[in-house]
């Protein structure tokens, strides 16, 4: 597949569950670029989960259609799972088995490799690929232990060696670090930046943690099922919220008189308060002859567009 072509495509996506009235979701399209970072946004019960596990073959559409690298995801199931790796918000790994153990039978089931009761019974091209993954992720040492001994991030790290073992081109993300503490989540998302980066994968992301997507390429925002936002997290910024900066002065008189000499328009008598649309703050302080005493930049983050957005 070419460069920049979309890997994924979705055209008027609808799911309607049984016993149903109210679609989960309703005419979602949305297009993701090869290598690219994709995130869907949405509160709780928006249709996100319902989206991605339709995506990752793993739920039935009502009607639309969905294509994964140009194969449609329920005519090629088999061949879109073979592409996709998946790390669902709800670990699914077997407690009981070592880390290698749970790599070695997903191997198994995506047909990577005949099924051998031990780790040194495998191909090397198996044991390198499983040792490659663990060192990336810093779980090497860690790969014949039993998983109920693993943290929750140790347990998210292996669900991503796993995911990772086929080599795919797309790496869905369900709520990747639910239940993780707040070091754990960023030393988290460094290995799959680290990883995103250096085996060039598409990824798509659904979180609730707005933060986490402030790197993506590509934001879509989904309420009630339906699409109400696909941009670049600057450019759902700059929609929504305004950029503003505030000045203050101990002659604000004066400086009130050179913004209005300036047509700058501004709000307060002190500190002042001016909307930039387009204006260059360095530039706008240089340029006043009027002592300043105080500078601050308000630039919104990505939460408070999403929630202004969600709230409208």
Known sequence: MAKNKNI????????????????????VSLNVKK???????GPNGAGKTTTISILTTTLTKFSGEVKIAGLDVEKNAQKVRQKIGVIFQ??????NLTAEENIRFHANLYGLYF???????MPESYRKRVGELASLLGIEDSLFKQIKTFSGGMKRKLEIVRGL???????????PTTGLDPVSRKALWNYLNFVRLEKKITVFLTTHYLEEAEDADVVTIINNGKVVFTESPAK?????????????????????????????????DGPFRIKLNGIKPGTLIQSLKTPISQVDVRQPSLEEAYLNLINE
């Open 236 to 268: 759902l910024k700059e929609k929504i919220i305004d950029n503003y900066l505030t000045i203050d002065s101990r002659q604000n008189k004066k400086l009130a008189k050179e913004l209005s000499k300036k047509t700058i328009n501004y709000q307060g």
């Open 165 to 175: 073992m086929h080599e795919p081109e797309i790496l869905f993300l369900d709520e």
């Open 8 to 27: 994924i495509e979705v055209k008027n996506l609808t799911k309607i569950y049984k016993k149903e009235k109210t679609p989960a979701i309703e005419n």
């Open 35 to 41: 290598g690219k970072f994709y995130a869907l946004l």
């Open 115 to 121: 099924f051998r009761p031990t780790y040194r019974a």
């Open 90 to 95: 709800k670990p699914s790994l077997d407690p």
